[in-house]
């Protein structure tokens, strides 16, 4: 089946520092979606990506849908305590249920 | 109540014993989704439901029954669970699993302990 890799796997930062993921796939998607789950939650969705080379911004976070469609890159600028979390990368494909998650990557900001 | 709510929030029991999960969304949408996480693992779908249809169902044992009655509210049937079925249970909700634009919305999640 498909499968993301989603890198890095955790990363730990100082507050006021930017901070870039990625995930890259073997398989074409034809969304991406950026969720972040806090302690004892379910995920919420930060950004949607419906077209090949699409950027876009969501407050301090942006997010990119690759041009070949099999990879994207969330950037978070100005890192704030609250951000903690963790952060899934997830592929769609075409027809039912077809949602493919990374593994996450945690974060954590010091203040 | 707004979103996707699912109850209860944790659940402890026991390989003999029957529970069930429920989910209810109040968002308007036709699919909803059980999922399974596991520490370390990326989220398993587990069953779909559109339009209170079963469309997919990944090869989950027999022990876990989904059961959707109307489209905002999806049950999760647990029957002689395993301690390794021990997860995060969440469900989600999207306005139409066909669509190529679709947005699943998950649920803050149940927390099973099996012992």
Known sequence: GQQLNQSPQSMFIQEGE????????SSIFNTWLWYK?????????????YKAGELTSNGRLTAQFGITRKDSFLNISASIP??????????QGSGYSTLTFGKGTMLLVSP | ETGVTQTPRHLVMGMTNKKSLKCEQHLG???????????????????????????????????????????????????TLQP??????????SQDASLRTDTQYFGPGTRLTVL
């Open chain 2, 29 to 79: 949408h036709n699919a909803m989704y059980w999922y399974k996480q596991s520490a370390k693992k990326p989220l398993e779908l587990m069953f779909v439901y559109s339009l209170e249809e079963r469309v997919e169902n990944n090869s989950v044992p027999s022990r876990f029954s989904p059961e959707c009655p109307n489209s905002s509210h999806l049950f999760l049937h647990l029957h």
């Open chain 2, 84 to 93: 390794e079925d021990s997860a995060l249970y969440l469900c989600a909700s």
């Open chain 1, 82 to 91: 609250s951000d903690v979390g963790i952060y899934f990368c997830a592929g």
């Open chain 1, 37 to 49: 789950q806090d302690p004892g939650e379910g995920p919420v969705l930060l950004i949607a990506l």
């Open chain 1, 18 to 25: 930017d901070v870039s993921m990625n995930c890259t796939s």
